[in-house]
């Protein structure tokens, strides 16, 4: 079964700490994978990793996948509290025909002031 | 631009009553569609996804069922809600081969009493 385990499940940290989101998988067909930022409805787009050992970076968000080691960690400096939001980190896989994502729980990032 | 809207927002209903959440997406044509249900403390789960009009494949055998009767409309629906359907219910779109990044509508909260 394709599965997908984000950690640590919750994190409260203070503002201009730097914080690392760690997400490991097990699929099948792997095709990529993508972070996303939860706040109130909706699931907003972050990243998309295909490559291993590429680093993808937005402002102070950065993200890098190992395929090795079957995981990604998000790393996010200089924290404030606009990024209090659960994190999310799913895997883009194919099965018969169709891509499909398999999602993590999600990481709960409280940045207090 | 892609836009994908969800109605209704917020909805609460007595067990034992039809459920009918609608999906729509606009500025696309032929998108792949996904409805994702996310309960309380745990990670979004996938419930259907349609590749095609009247073509549905369904991950989680449950009461719940969808339909895609126009190419951009996807719609969830049960005959009978229990109090487990409450949750956060989520329509997304993608484009098949061409990305696997998902996009997300705003949600419908259902709450089952």
């Known amino acids: 079964e394709d599965k997908v385990v984000q950690s640590p499940l919750s994190l409260v940290v203070h503002e201009g700490d730097t914080v690392t989101l760690n997400c490991s998988y097990e699929?099948?067909?792997?095709?990529?994978l993508l972070w996303y930022k939860q706040e109130k409805k909706a699931p907003t787009f972050l990243f998309m990793l295909t490559s291993s050992g590429i680093e993808k970076k937005s402002g102070r968000l950065s993200s890098i996948l190992d395929k090795k080691e079957l995981s990604s960690i998000l790393n996010i400096t200089a924290t404030q509290t606009g990024d209090s939001a659960i994190y999310l980190c799913?895997?883009?896989?194919?099965?018969?025909?169709?891509?499909?994502?398999?999602f993590g729980k999600g990481t709960k990032l409280t940045v207090n002031p | 631009s892609q836009t994908i809207h969800q109605w209704p927002a917020t909805l609460v209903q007595p067990v034992g009553s039809p459920l009918s959440l609608e999906c729509t997406v606009e500025g696309t044509s032929n998108p792949n569609l996904y409805w994702y249900r996310q309960a309380a403390g745990r990670g979004l789960q996938l419930l259907f996804y349609?590749?095609?009009?009247?073509?549905i494949s369904s991950e989680v055998p449950q009461n719940l069922s969808a339909s895609r009767p126009q190419d951009r409309q996807f719609i969830l629906s049960s005959k009978k809600l229990l109090l487990s359907d409450s949750g956060f219910y989520l329509c997304?779109?993608?484009?098949?081969?061409?990305?696997?990044?998902?996009?997300f509508g705003p949600g419908t909260r259902l709450t089952v009493l």
């Open positions: 699929v099948t067909n792997f095709r990529s």
């Open positions: 349609s590749v095609g009009i009247g073509q």
């Open positions: 997304a779109w993608n484009r098949d081969r061409i990305t696997d990044t998902q996009y």
């Open positions: 799913a895997v883009a896989c194919t099965q018969g025909g169709s891509e499909k994502l398999v």
